[in-house]
């Protein structure tokens, strides 16, 4: 897979996990009519084959699957490293208050009760994506990212917070620009070397520790969304639900 793979532009995709064929296709219908990429699974084990290989940016969950509880499904998604910020919207059946509560409680982050209208389905997939990862949005030709009370203007090299602009050195702002860009992966320090030097600087790595820490201080409540994995390298997580402030 390419570095850039989940590149900002993509079409955002959505894992379908359903196993009644009729409302597979409608929501399968409205959400590429919509303009998003969509994949299918019938089953619990085909929706975690589907995480492993192409991860999605959000997951649709009936709860009710023949192989496999969604709530289980649920839980592994929140436990596993690679996947755990992946939203999560439930799908659960008139009655399941006690299945809604519990999926709440192993990080579930909304629910839609059937029959529902595909329409209002996917106005909270579109409030949960840009809860999720912000925004970005072309703002008097200028590309902008907003996540909360951040905006990162990607041609002005400025980073505001709450409306002010927090100085950002070019280095510091290049390296933010790559972590927003690879949407939610991990970058190694070696990857992110390359990217914002051009060059192999073997031997250096903690020049981006240095340069990240001090972005970090200057993003102030927003810190926390660049995430140190440790052995690997950084990410961009905007899901800074545990940290508080949004
Ligand atoms: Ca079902």
């Known amino acids: 897979m390419s570095d850039r793979g989940r590149r900002e532009g993509r079409p955002s995709r959505i894992l379908l996990v359903e196993d009644e064929p009729d409302i597979l296709n409608l929501l399968r219908y409205h959400f590429l009519e919509r303009g998003f990429s969509t994949q299918t699974a019938a089953d619990g084990a085909q929706a975690l084959e589907l995480l492993r290989r192409e991860p999605p940016d959000l997951v649709i969950l009936d709860l009710m699957l023949p192989d496999m509880n969604g709530l289980s499904l649920c839980k592994r998604i929140r436990h596993d490293p690679e996947h755990w910020g992946i939203p999560v919207l439930m799908l659960t059946a008139l009655g399941q208050e006690e299945d809604r509560i519990t999926?709440?409680?192993?990080?579930?982050?909304?629910?839609?009760?059937?029959?529902?209208?595909?329409?209002?389905?996917?106005?909270?997939?579109?409030?949960?994506?840009?809860?999720?990862?912000?925004?970005?949005?072309?703002?008097?030709?200028?590309?902008?990212?907003?996540?909360?009370?951040?905006?990162?203007?990607?041609?002005?090299?400025?980073?505001?917070?709450?409306?002010?602009?927090v100085g950002v050195t070019t280095t510091e702002f290049l390296l933010l620009q790559d972590l927003l860009r690879a949407n939610g992966r991990v970058l190694s320090r070696e990857q992110l070397l390359e990217q914002v030097w051009g060059y192999e600087f073997a031997g250096y790595d903690r020049t981006v520790d240095t340069h990240l820490h001090r972005l970090r201080h200057k993003l102030g409540p927003y810190a926390a969304c660049i995430q140190t994995v440790r052995g690997i390298g950084y990410r961009f997580n905007p899901r800074m639900d545990s940290h508080g402030e949004l």
Not at 122 to 132: A, D, F, G, H, N
Not at 138 to 162: D, P, Q, S
């Open 103 to 165: 999926g709440f409680e192993i990080g579930a982050d909304d629910y839609v009760v059937k029959p529902f209208s595909p329409r209002e389905l996917l106005l909270r997939v579109e409030s949960l994506l840009s809860r999720t990862y912000g925004r970005t949005a072309e703002a008097a030709g200028n590309a902008v990212y907003e996540l909360g009370g951040m905006r990162v203007e990607l041609e002005a090299y400025r980073v505001l917070i709450h409306g002010e602009d």
